[in-house]
């Protein structure tokens, strides 16, 4: 099969219908021993210093891998996509574009489904087909994501690692459905986690430091039982219809849709506080000013760029947060 990178959660049904063999270039971008080495093969073709990380590492993960078909998302992620998709196709590389609607519409989205089945030589009707060889991979996603937060036998790594990946399936869904179901019948075996442990809840894109986050955390009393972006990778509202699926994915849309789905899992989930990832000249993180208004829970924002790990300071202000919601809860506890 031929390989096509994608540059975020894309309608990879679609592709797969076409005969290709989606990889989502985050993910190689961030696995690679060696992530600043991408990085460097972008700076030294002229991205500037000041340009996203992940941005950078999509481009050089690229060219290190001799990947030469891209679909790009144009509406919907990343604004700086526009621009990359206009690099890629001065390196002669083949730049498709695909762009959400601005809304959640089924119609609309239909449309978008359609052309871009046109555009890849395939039919939509092929792609509604490979939704159902894809519902078994997705169903065991979100069944890691239940014992999560309800059964506490899953750490918040582990959770970020088998969603982030739904939105390839590393490449392989039949592989990554037979690892999957492997580690599943592992985790009905396990201990759960203390209850005493902070409950935390992860919204934003996936953190550049994502192993030393998520780690830290539990060292120190707290696991992530909620990663917002992470699980919307695994469609957790599929629909009857590819149009539909991707009109229940929050992410490409309107903030208020994202915060529907946030609120409603904090309730359940029973989260103690929010975490905020926002990279770094990503205009996404304004949206933090919309999530403090609309969360009453305590939040922690954090900023990354190309810090692979947790710095000092960082680790610092973890600490303090983590102290304040353990006070929070002894006062919820007494006032009970």
Not at 71 to 95: H, I, P, Q, W, Y
Not at 119 to 137: F, I, V
Request: charged share 20%; net charge neutral; proline share 5%.
């Amino acid at each position: 099969m031929t390989t096509i990178g994608i540059t975020t959660t894309v309608p990879i049904e679609i592709l797969l219908a076409a005969g290709l063999r989606p990889v989502d270039l985050n993910n190689l971008f961030i696995a690679d021993p060696n992530p600043d080495r991408l990085v460097n093969i972008a700076e030294r073709a002229g991205f500037p210093q000041n340009c996203c990380t992940w941005i950078k590492g999509i481009y050089g993960v690229c060219l290190d891998r001799g990947i030469d078909t891209v679909l790009c998302v144009t509406s919907g992620d990343c604004s700086n996509t526009l621009m990359l998709m206009e690099v890629f196709k001065l390196r002669g590389l083949r730049a498709v574009p695909f762009a959400y609607p601005d809304q959640p519409d089924v119609h609309r989205m239909q449309l978008c489904l359609e052309a871009l089945a046109e555009a890849l030589g395939t039919t939509l009707a092929g792609g509604e087909k490979m939704q159902g060889e894809l519902k078994k991979s997705r169903s065991l996603a979100l069944e890691l994501d239940e014992l999560t937060w309800r059964a506490g036998a899953v750490g918040g790594w582990e959770n970020h690692l088998w969603l982030v990946t739904s939105s390839d399936f590393n490449g392989d869904y039949r592989e990554y459905q037979h690892q999957l179901q492997q580690l599943l019948s592992q985790c009905h075996k396990r201990q759960p986690h203390p209850e005493h442990m902070l409950r935390l809840a992860y919204i934003g894109v996936p953190p550049i430091f994502a192993p030393d986050l998520y780690r830290y955390l539990e060292r120190h009393g707290a696991r992530v039982v909620f990663n917002e972006i992470q699980r919307q990778f695994a469609m957790p509202q599929p629909g009857t219809s590819l149009a539909e699926q991707y009109s229940n994915y929050t992410y490409p849309y309107p903030i208020c849709h994202r915060i529907s789905d946030i609120m409603a899992e904090l309730r359940r989930r029973r989260v103690d506080g929010v975490i905020h990832y926002v990279q770094a000249f990503c205009h996404r993180g304004i949206a933090d000013i919309i999530f403090r208004h609309a969360i009453e829970l305590p939040i922690l924002t954090l900023e990354g760029n190309d810090d692979y790990m947790l710095s000092h300071h960082v680790k610092t202000r973890i600490e303090a947060f983590l102290d304040v919601l353990k006070r929070r809860q002894r006062a919820l506890a007494q006032a009970h």
